[in-house]
């Protein structure tokens, strides 16, 4: 399985989508442009929630 990178202006199709630089979610309809990120203003998105976004935990 490889990565897909989703960027603004593309129309992945509806989901949640995770900004690459910061994991904000975002979340587009079918027919939605994907937007910068309403954090960061990146304009790249995975289609999956990367491990190292969520937080630590102590073991
Ligand atoms: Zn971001």
New binding site residues.
């Given amino acids: 399985m490889s990565s897909q990178i989703i960027k603004t202006g593309e129309k992945p199709g509806d989901g949640t989508y995770y ?6 979610e975002v979340s587009v309809g079918d027919y939605d442009k994907m937007p910068p ?6 304009n790249e998105f995975t289609s999956y929630k990367k491990d190292s976004y969520s937080s630590e935990t102590l073991s």
Avoid: I, Y
Avoid at 19 to 24: F, H, V
């Fill in positions: 900004c690459t630089n910061c994991g904000q990120c309403p954090r960061c203003s990146n």
